[in-house]
């Protein structure tokens, strides 16, 4: 009891910190590997405990409802899924580990965030991800990254970049661009400053993962529109313009000087560990049966992997229980069936109209949300620790923005005129 009054102690003392170096904090542990998993659990524990101690106190935090309301998108359908779990223990740990993001969101929602906070929190958040990006570089110069994680060798004698962040390294860096761009834009949006993107772009292509690259490429077309619908700003445009040449002039470096990426692009796999790649079709195809055979409710989260083990249907390499179909859209319909499906679609329903938010900081959080969830992501499990804890924190804190930042006031120049 000592422990755990300690742990709520230390909680509530974040509030004295700056916001944005809480939330900045808690992005960074994602390339501390199970660190981000254990500041949830605590939080969830603390939540848990505020919940017991009475339940209206506190689903009356504001924003809490709401959480759980884009949750349920998730939570429920996994729930539901258990009934017919082929790996029951498997998908239970699962479905335990997303009720407990409903508790650990009372602690996140505590700290209070306000326009001026928002806007140090994307610039904090971009000074990490150069962090990462130097990270890859610094893992494709010496064989390891900042935090130790070995340099990918392929058999082909080519190498894969991933820094500390492993398989999820592309893709993370996808997912928070939108951030990194708004904070170059805010320094001074002209073409030249535009090159600064180019490392990041550069680094995703470093990936070696043509999802990523569809990833980002994503994510710079949510950023356009966003932008072109907020900003009237004549430069809006030219800085749009020179972000795409940023992009494409890493895309194409890729393919002239990365066989790597080429080979990825190609479909061909380098190396057995990465043969995933290779047999995608046959992934899919596997998936797409399943969800027809088990449409009413799934064959229960993370439980893909256990269906092709049990049933051997996939006999051409050696597939683990750990495994995942390799597409976020396929895995949550033969995971979950027909109402993961539903819950994903409401999940994107509730961001895509957040995006149309007059406030920029709602609306670039809403695609950063919308990205960690991109249906044709591949390179991690959707139901895994590390996309869970992407979406968790991103999720919390667009519900966070959501509520403290107020919609400007109109300005209406003929009455601010007579009051003049």
């Excluded at 539901?80 to 009372?106: H, K, M, P, Q, T």
């Excluded at 470093?206 to 980002?216: P, Q, R, T, V, Y």
């Amino acid at each position: 009891m000592h422990q755990l009054w300690c742990a709520a102690a230390l909680m509530q003392r974040l509030s004295d910190l700056s916001p944005s170096i809480i939330w900045v904090f808690l992005f960074f542990t994602l390339s501390l590997s199970s660190a981000t998993r254990q500041f949830i659990w605590l939080m969830a524990l603390v939540g848990l405990i505020i919940f017991a101690r009475g339940p209206r106190d506190f689903l009356a935090t504001d924003g809490v409802r709401k959480f759980w309301i884009v949750l349920a998108c998730f939570l429920l359908p996994a729930i539901f899924s258990l009934f017919d779990a082929i790996n029951f223990e498997r998908s239970l740990s699962g479905a335990v580990r997303f009720l407990s993001y409903g508790f650990a969101v009372w602690v996140l929602l505590q700290i209070k965030l306000d326009r001026s906070e928002s806007a140090r929190l994307m610039s904090l958040v971009g000074a990490v991800m150069m962090l990462w990006v130097v990270d890859g570089l610094v893992q494709l110069l010496t064989g390891y990254s900042v935090f130790g994680n070995p340099l990918i060798e392929l058999d082909s004698g080519d190498t894969l970049v991933t820094g500390s962040l492993r398989m999820g390294y592309g893709s993370t860096l996808a997912i928070l661009s939108p951030f990194y761009l708004e904070a170059l834009r805010r320094t001074g949006s002209t073409p030249l400053n535009s090159i600064l993107a180019l490392p990041l772009f550069a680094a995703i292509v470093m990936s070696g993962n043509e999802a990523s690259m569809i990833h980002a490429l994503a994510a710079l077309a949510g950023y356009a529109f966003i932008l072109r619908r907020l900003e009237s700003d004549v430069q809006v445009t030219p800085w749009l313009l020179s972000l795409l040449f940023s992009f494409s002039l890493a895309a194409l470096s890729g393919l002239i000087l990365s066989d790597t990426f080429s080979a990825s692009a190609a479909g061909q796999a380098a190396s057995d560990a990465y043969k995933a790649f290779d047999y995608l079709p046959i992934f899919w195809n596997s998936a797409w049966q399943g969800f027809t055979e088990h449409w009413m409710n799934g064959v229960g989260i993370r439980g893909w992997g256990s269906m092709v083990v049990s049933m051997e249907s996939i006999n051409v390499l050696p597939v683990s229980e750990r495994w995942h179909p390799h597409l976020y859209a396929l895995e949550v319909a033969v995971d979950t069936g027909i109402p993961g499906l539903l819950g994903y679609a409401l999940f994107f329903v509730f961001l895509g109209r957040r995006l149309f938010d007059s406030r920029p900081e709602v609306a670039l959080s809403s695609l950063v949300v919308i990205l960690a969830l991109f249906p044709l992501n591949s390179s991690v499990s959707f139901y895994s620790y590390f996309n869970g804890n992407i979406l968790f924190l991103t999720l919390a804190l667009l519900i966070a923005l959501d509520r403290d930042i107020k919609p400007q006031p109109e300005l209406d120049p003929i009455n601010d005129a007579q009051r003049g």
